[in-house]
């Protein structure tokens, strides 16, 4: 099993601040997605990377994936309560391989 | 929109109690596959399909068992529950799209276990 290790475990920031999520393995994965759960809800996909150093723009939302492929970020500009959730990484190993590995997870806060 | 409905949403059952948690989608998605999650912790796979009459054991051990008869459904059972079976149990399936390889995992609600 490659594990996807998630940094910050838990982040609380004031409305406004911006923030970064790292989602990181030691392991190469050939694609790569970010998926935000809310309390009581199913995870839901947020984006999909699947090159090396590509860069996703989701309004507020910018994803990059490492150049290696171990390796991904998630940074907020602007955070809003809205963005409050637990956002979990989720790594496929090779191209064919439905099943994903998902990290450890990043509980977000944002303080109105 | 995703549609992938789980029941019941919250269980609150006694040891030794034999439980069925169920799964249905209305996509026509031949993956399925079942996660189990203490809150606000990762997801951990236990058993998965792709399609029916196909089963398999996931990452991580499970005492459940699942199947697969038709393909909008996907059923798992605990035949004796115990307390160390408490955590959330999320079902989800998915499709492939695209012409490189990029899949798209739907996630029901979830269900809320407790075994007292």
């Known amino acids: 099993t490659q594990l996807l290790e998630q940094s910050p475990q838990f982040l609380s920031i004031q409305e406004g601040e911006n923030l970064t999520v790292y989602c990181n393995s030691s392991?190469?994965?050939?694609?790569l997605q970010w998926y935000r759960q809310e309390p009581g809800e199913g995870p839901v996909l947020l984006v999909t990377?699947?090159?090396?150093?590509e860069v996703k723009k989701l309004k507020r939302l910018t994803f990059q994936f490492g150049d290696a492929r171990k390796d991904s970020s998630l940074h907020i500009t602007a955070a809003q309560p809205g963005d409050t959730g637990l956002y979990l990484c989720?790594?496929?190993?090779?191209?064919?391989?439905?099943?994903?590995?998902f990290g450890t997870g990043t509980r977000l806060t944002i303080i109105p | 929109e995703a549609d992938i409905y789980q029941t019941p949403r919250y269980l609150v059952i006694g040891t030794g109690k034999k439980i069925t948690l169920e799964c249905s989608q209305t996509?026509?998605?031949?993956?399925m596959y079942w996660y189990q999650q203490d809150p606000g912790m990762e997801l951990h796979l236990i058993h998965y399909?792709?399609?029916?009459?196909?089963?398999e054991k996931g990452d991580l051990s499970s005492e459940s068992t699942v199947s697969r008869i038709r393909t909008e459904h996907f059923p798992l059972t605990l035949e004796s529950a115990r307390p160390s079976h408490t955590s959330q149990y999320l079902c989800?399936?998915?499709?492939?799209?695209?012409?490189?390889?990029?899949?798209?995992?739907?996630f029901g609600p979830g269900t809320r276990l407790l075994v007292l």
């Open positions: 989800a399936s998915s499709e492939r799209y695209g012409r490189v390889f990029q899949e798209t995992q739907y």
């Open positions: 392991s190469v994965f050939s694609s």
């Open positions: 989720a790594g496929a190993k090779n191209f064919g391989n439905e099943k994903l590995t």
């Open positions: 990377v699947v090159t090396g150093g």
């Open positions: 996509m026509g998605h031949d993956k």
């Open positions: 399909s792709y399609g029916v009459n196909s089963t």
